[in-house]
T-cell receptor, first 112, second 114 residues
Framework: SQQGEEDPQALSIQEGENATMNCSYKTSINNLQWYRQNSGRGLVHLILIRSNEREKHSGRLRVTLDTSKKSSSLLITASRAADTASYFCATDGAYNTDKLIFGTGTRLQVFP | GAGVSQSPRYKVAKRGQDVALRCDPISGHVSLFWYQQALGQGPEFLTYFQNEAQLDKSGLPSDRFFAERPEGSVSTLKIQRTQQEDSAVYLC????????????FGDGTRLSIL
């Protein structure tokens, strides 16, 4: 079963705009990760945020984590057509740091 | 360097046939994971190996699913007496030893059961 929900399910924007995706999860965690998946390909790791962190940056990516609300957001700034993909959040369990539990994903379409 | 390699990329089988899916992890990666991804959904955990030991198989949907990693490197996911609901993409991931290491995914095997 999925860990939680992501919203929106789909997002369409123009190049240069910012894209924000949200993720909610259900259980306690050690960390939360964001992955990108291009059509027909595997998942690519983007960024990991630990449960004791509130915000993290990597290039054009900004991730926030609110453990009290069991939610996270991924912001992609100055989007490019190459950012078109599905984006998934994934959590480990606080007592099981091995398997990942994925959300339902956000399909991002960036138009040139 | 070489990433996680999965074969075949596509597999079509008739209902009732047995299939075997192969995963070559990144060299030196201790952990290996199998996930099942239905169309339009996120991946769902199937099973996990640390070296040759299968530490968690709680996600395997039935006893028709079997995974092995006999030498702690290559892994095979076998599905016996396939059913139409087994149609999905099967993803393999490997991870190096250490805290907060990300999983590295292969491109998956798309399995279609007719």
């Amino acid at each position: 079963s999925q860990q939680g929900e992501e919203d929106p399910q789909a997002l369409s924007i123009q190049e240069g705009e910012n894209a924000t995706m949200n993720c909610s999860y259900k259980t306690s965690i050690n960390n939360l990760q964001w992955y990108r998946q291009n059509s027909g390909r595997g998942l690519v790791h983007l960024i990991l945020i630990r449960s004791n962190e509130r915000e993290k940056h990597s290039g054009r990516l900004r991730v926030t984590l609110d453990t009290s609300k069991k939610s996270s957001s991924l912001l992609i700034t100055a989007s490019r057509a190459a950012d078109t993909a599905s984006y998934f959040c994934a959590t480990d369990g606080a007592y099981n740091t091995d398997k990942l539990i994925f959300g339902t994903g956000t399909r991002l379409q960036v138009f040139p | 360097g070489a990433g996680v390699s999965q074969s075949p990329r596509y597999k079509v089988a008739k209902r009732g046939q047995d299939v075997a899916l192969r995963c070559d992890p990144i060299s030196g990666h201790v952990s290996l994971f199998w996930y099942q991804q239905a169309l339009g959904q996120g991946p769902e955990f199937l099973t996990y190996f640390q070296n040759e030991a299968q530490l968690d198989k709680s996600g395997l949907p039935s006893d028709r699913f079997f995974a092995e990693r006999p030498e702690g490197s290559v892994s095979t996911l076998k599905i016996q007496r396939t059913q139409q609901e087994d149609s999905a993409v099967y993803l393999c991931a490997s991870r190096p030893w250490g805290e907060d290491q990300p999983q590295h995914f292969g491109d998956g095997t798309r399995l279609s059961i007719l």
